[in-house]
């Protein structure tokens, strides 16, 4: 079990997607799953590991490294996947904006900044759609968003 305690990180369990891990994380992997975890890139990770005794008397094997090639490509993979992810989220507003849904964008605005969409980049998608879809659509936008932030 990994419980993140600084920074942010990756891990992958053997053939599995890798997944971005943040402070106050706990991941938790099988006993004999080979797995790989460590510091995102450019950044530092801290965090604790705990690790139970099996019946063998083993805890731990520790496995080939990976090569910074392997690293670089993953990583990059994951980025590539996190900048899709965070434009739809975008794309996924700017059309609740359009359509008129507070009721819905409130919520997906939650998740673009989950996605890693700034606050800032938000305020200028409703400016810019105000041309667009009209200023009432963007104004009831703009009140749905400080809603939303207000409270976070």
Sequence with gaps: MLIVTAGTGRVQQWGQPI???RVGDVVRIPPNAKHRHGAAPATSMAHIAVVEQLPTGNTTNRMEKVSLEQYHTACRRTIDRRRATRDRSLVTVSALIVMNRPDQLRSHLLRA??????EQELSE???????????RSALTAVTAAREVFEKK
Excluded: C, P, S
């Design 19 to 21: 997944e971005e891990i």
């Design 113 to 118: 900044r989950q996605n890693g969409v700034t």
């Design 125 to 135: 998608a409703m400016t810019h759609l105000a041309f667009y879809a009209g200023w």
